[in-house]
């Protein structure tokens, strides 16, 4: 059954060594279909933020006609060390590739310190077992 603006598989890893984080974004499934057409073409935008600030951002590839896409992309972050972790966000943006309009945005989530439920779970486990690769299923939120 589709859950509100679908679902999220991430994969998250950080190693305290280096100071980076891994974000794998593996796949989604349940997502609306767009007005427009039957199926969406849809990709992720990855933004980290220390504090308020965007330091990265990246994007996966675009899968075509796809409620239920597979991505398994991996991005690594610099985390810079002074901020640590407590002030990292990662800002996941499912978006539809419109060939006409603007890219609408499907769903959104938000992995960080602060956040409440599962994202917020998933996030406090990575801190608490570094170097442990940590893959959870995230409802989306509205955009």
Known sequence: KAVGRGELLVSLCY????????????????LQKSESSELSDP??????????????????HVKKCSLNPVFNELFVFDIPSEGELKDTKVELLLLDSGRLSRNDVIGQLLLCATAE???GEHWREICEHPRRQIAKWHILSEG
């Open 15 to 30: 190693q305290s060594t280096t100071n980076t984080l891994t974000v794998v974004v593996l796949k989604a499934r349940h």
């Open 43 to 60: 990709y992720v935008k990855v933004n980290l933020y220390q504090g308020n600030k965007r330091v990265c951002k990246k994007k996966t």
């Open 117 to 119: 439920g599962t994202v």
